[in-house]
């Protein structure tokens, strides 16, 4: 596992230089700006007539083009790609489409570069899983060994954009994996050490925020960064949920028009806002540093964080491709940055800076958001380099973990796949998905089927019960070997059409849980059952007792 570990790990730093140059290819097309954030109102200089109202245009023209490429090769690609991730390596043995990582590279740098406020590392992530499930599947691995893979590229993608291999380690183990052993950390870190060595080689070795020493201060103020950890942990939780009531209400204007248009057509809404508040455009570091050392005022910095947030929620609604990640760090610097200013002016003697409080916020509000404490106080040390707060930090992310945990059951991650009825912590067949332990349908049987043709169709396919479809291909019954025997039986013609005698057993959808499906399939005949898309149309498996309990208690597998 080392070296597939390294060749990962080496692909995921690539992937993050090369998914770093196309946000910048983009964001200079699209804006004229290497980045529109920092540029203020400023006007495109390819397009000078249009003024500052060239960022209406952005968007719509960005989601034009990511649009129909998402929707057409990878849906996978769209929204903040960790959720996917994490629903690969607990549900689908770490399988991952290769495309994806194409797709979701384009889209999410078009996406990015024409003004969506969205961030880069929750598509890095994907990215960097895509290959190691690639890595794994060439090498053709057993779905634990290609889990690690996964985890591998995802911590490979941290690192190297970030400039931060433990982060990308603990990221890995705590988000990804959710689970610590020790062979798994030594190969995820040998990854993120690969892709971080790779990214500082082609990006340079600058940490993310360059700021003046900042300290934890006065021991009163440890009471303030217990209240700060408090406020950010709601925060936290505040951005995932209006995150998702903004896309439940894009989902309702949208229903019935065409997917592949969304982006484009919401970009619109998008472009209002950045036309209002330009801070907003891309992901916005600049406007995140200068809020990091006390760049702006109290009422702007609560202008920003608000903006943020519904411009970040927009962003996904409309279907745009982005992270969560690099949003609620904005977040977290603006709320800190505001309190840190605000809580000055009331005791000057005790606050200390606003840039500490800023750089303790931005981790506490991940920290409310992901609830992955360990990842949120190592990714602000290595994005900073200041071990002078590391005790503030560890107390208010500590606080803001707990408070996310009183107020909601979900992440901002994992709420995503329990809005698709996915819980990843259920275990036995509750945990395993009908398309895990469906096989390929049997030879379906066309209108107007002889029951003669009928019968000798099951023997060739050694099956006791064969599908029927019509003449559009959709599912419309089926036949057991039983039914057709009573028909012989009653002196029916062999010529007799098929329909006259097939029934219509409970059929089963590929997204549902094998603990719903086993009632079903042990009062069924023996034949086993369809599994049809969610309109219950397309044939798309079938179900057996056997596959069943294949996908219950997979045989062992030789190590490759």
């Known amino acids: 596992m080392l070296l597939p570990a390294v060749l990962v790990g080496a692909g995921a730093g690539l992937g993050a230089v090369a998914f770093r140059w196309l946000i910048e290819v983009f964001t200079k097309a699209l804006s004229g700006h290497d980045d529109y954030s920092a540029a203020g109102h400023a006007d495109n200089p390819y397009v000078p007539w249009l003024g500052p109202y060239f960022v209406l245009l952005a968007p719509v023209v960005a989601g034009a083009l990511y649009g129909p490429l998402v929707y057409r090769y990878a849906k996978e690609a769209r929204g903040h790609g960790v959720p996917e991730v994490m629903y690969a390596v607990a549900r689908q043995g770490g399988r991952i489409p290769p495309r994806v990582a194409v797709v979701k590279s384009l889209a999410s740098a078009l996406c990015i570069g024409g003004g969506g406020s969205v961030g880069r590392e929750g598509p890095i992530v994907q990215i960097g899983a895509a290959l190691g499930s690639t890595a794994g599947a060439l090498l ?45 950390f030594g190969l995820v870190a040998v990854s993120s050490v690969t892709a971080s060595v790779i990214g500082r080689a082609a990006l340079g070795d600058q940490r993310f925020l360059d700021l003046v020493p900042v300290s934890a201060g006065h021991l009163a103020a440890y009471a303030l960064y217990i209240l700060l950890g408090a406020v950010a942990g709601a925060v936290g939780v505040l951005f995932s949920k209006v995150l998702y009531g903004v ?44 809020a990091a050392v006390g760049g702006y005022a109290i009422g702007f910095l609560l202008v920003l964080l608000v903006g943020k947030i519904i411009a970040c929620s927009v962003t996904i609604g409309i279907g745009g491709s982005g992270g969560v990640f690099a949003p609620s760090l904005f977040i977290g610097a603006m709320l800190g940055s505001a309190f840190g200013q605000t809580m000055d002016g009331l005791a000057p003697g005790v606050t200390g800076s606003a840039t500490t409080y800023a750089v303790i916020g931005m981790g506490a509000v991940f920290a409310g958001s992901a609830r992955a404490p360990i990842t949120a106080v190592v990714i602000i040390y290595e994005l900073t380099g200041e071990y002078g707060i590391i005790l503030p930090l560890m107390v208010a992310v500590a606080v803001a973990t707990g408070v996310s945990h009183a107020l909601s059951r979900d992440t901002v991650y994992t709420a995503k796949l329990r809005r698709r009825g996915v819980d990843l912590d259920l275990t036995g067949p509750a945990a395993v998905e009908v398309r895990t332990a469906m096989g390929p349908p049997p030879p379906a049987l066309a209108p107007g089927t002889g029951l003669r043709e009928a019968i000798t169709a099951m023997i060739e396919a050694g099956a006791g019960r064969l599908p029927l479809v019509d003449r559009h291909g959709h599912y419309a019954g089926s036949v057991g070997a039983l039914a057709l025997s009573r028909a012989l039986h009653a002196g029916l013609s062999e010529y007799t059409p098929v329909e006259t005698v097939r029934d219509h057993p409970p059929a089963l959808l590929a997204g549902q849980s094998l603990q719903e499906a086993l009632p079903l399939l042990a009062a069924s005949e023996g034949d086993g059952l369809p599994v049809l898309d969610e309109e219950r149309l397309r044939l798309l498996g079938w179900v057996s007792h056997r596959s069943a309990l294949l996908a219950l208690y997979p045989p062992s597998q030789p190590t490759p």
């Open 140 to 184: 053709r691995m057993r779905e634990e060994r290609m889990r690690l893979l996964v985890a591998c590229g995802a911590a490979g993608g941290i690192a190297a954009t970030f400039n931060a291999p433990l982060a990308g380690v603990f990221f890995a183990m705590e988000l990804i994996l959710r689970d610590f052993t020790a062979r798994a």
């Open 247 to 290: 896309e439940d209400l894009c989902d309702a204007v949208w229903r019935g028009r065409p997917e592949w248009l969304r982006p484009a057509a919401g970009g619109i809404v998008l472009g209002a806002i950045l036309l209002a508040l330009p801070e907003m455009y891309g992901v916005g570091y600049p406007v995140l540093g200068k």
